[in-house]
């Protein structure tokens, strides 16, 4: 049966201006058509759900986050070294939240035991709900690294095969940490733990398998390299100077910005503000973020969103973003067709157009207006399905 979503506000994520009364319609878990509700050719037994003072949007994309992660249980690597069974719980529930909070899709930065695989293959397979996986199996780091759990990768061939195992157990993209970060206490946001070799590695055995390369890095000599070796997508990038972010124009590559976890208080700040070595990051990072990302959004990168683990609050990343200079428009579109860009799959969703998955929200109020309005999500379809009425118990 073909059924429609209609709201007083329809935003298709394509840029396009919104349509009021604007509606959408699907069946087989597909959209078939998009537009104002008045003018669809609907059968008479179309199934059609009003939500009057809502807006339609397209299901939004986490660009950068973790499965098994809780920022605000503080140590966040040593999380990633609990038993496998312990952190499967965490992630299953955390996955529950994204969909509820409108997240139909999530690219996942690195996982230990390969959980992100597995879990993947549990929510396509309709064991526990959750949006659709992106993974990168066991991330790449250093072992002076941030980052550093379980598993660490030194050397351009340990990182070939580190790679090649990965892309084997169906990685979908290679993850590496090469600057310090800031929930870790050992190593400035300007170090660098991995050579120009390895990451020449990673991202030649990743490249050649037709995948992406996502890098942690900040800024300074680690961020360059990154760009220099062909990173694809630059992760946080908070230290990015104007001279960085030109040649990331030059060099078509991507930014994948995070605030939740640093600005939101149940981040970092929840856990960790006792610990000086990474408040003091904290409170830095959070007076340069306010003063550069400004430039970021006047300097023709591209970039898109993610919450880093911040389960459930993809509304306060567009938040920041509007806080920091982006309009409710670039914020909406850093969360639904920029983010399937960087996630490659952008054929398949990010927008509301005819032809593409059923993944649909619908919010309270008009986000263009309020960008607020985000957190207040009514509807949430994935494929086709409803998943709104689950309880996040």
Known sequence: MLKVLAGDWLITGTGANPIKNGAVAFAD????????????????????????????LPGLINAHSHCSIIPGLGNQSGQLREPLPRQLFRAVGNMRRELL?????????GEEYGLDLELK???DSGLVPGP????????????????????????????????????????????VFVTGGVSSTHGSLNFCSYTKAEIDAACEETHRAGKKVAAHAHGGPGLRLCIECGVDTIEHGKLATEADLEMMVKTDRWLVCNFAITFHPTGIEQSDR??????EKVLRTREIVAKNFPMVVKSGVKWAVGTDSMH???????????????????AILAATKRAAQVCDLDQNTGTLEAGKWADIISVKGNPLEDIRCMKDVTVVIKGGTRYDHLSLL
């Open 132 to 175: 659709r996986l992106v993974c990168s199996g066991v991330m790449l780091t250093a072992s002076n690294g941030h980052g550093r759990a379980l598993t660490t990768t030194d050397g351009p061939d340990e990182i070939r095969k580190r790679v090649r195992q990965n892309l084997a157990a169906g990685a979908q993209l290679t993850k």
């Open 101 to 109: 909070s409108g997240v139909t899709a999530l690219r996942v930065m």
């Open 121 to 123: 293959h549990a929510i």
């Open 312 to 330: 459930g609050l993809m509304s306060f990343e567009l938040e920041c973003l509007v806080r920091f200079g982006a309009s409710p428009m670039e």
């Open 274 to 279: 006792h610990v000086p070595e990474i408040w």
């Open 29 to 56: 878990g597909v959209i078939t058509e998009v537009g104002p509700l008045d003018q669809l050719d609907l059968p008479s037994n179309a199934e059609i759900t009003r939500r009057p003072g809502e807006t339609v």
